[in-house]
């Protein structure tokens, strides 16, 4: 199985972007969750994204 780490990131970030629309309160859920954990909202979602990969492919399902 291939490891995905997060570092912190370099700007201007090259990767690729990916846009998603959420209610406010979600948004401002990760905003908190993202302040919490000193990162951007964007490095924040991408950790949560990350984390669930990595158990989906753990049961096997990708």
């Given at each position: 199985m291939n490891t995905i780490t997060?570092?912190?990131?370099?700007?201007?970030?090259?990767h690729p972007k990916v846009v998603f629309v959420?209610?406010?309160e979600v948004k401002d859920k990760l905003e908190k969750l993202a302040a919490k954990n000193t990162r951007?909202?964007?490095?924040?979602?991408?950790?949560?994204?990350?984390?669930?990969?990595?158990?989906?492919?753990?049961?096997g399902i990708i």
């Open positions: 997060l570092e912190k990131p370099v700007v201007p970030s090259r959420c209610p406010q951007t909202v964007s490095n924040q979602v991408l950790a949560i994204v990350i984390e669930y990969l990595a158990k989906a492919e753990e049961e």
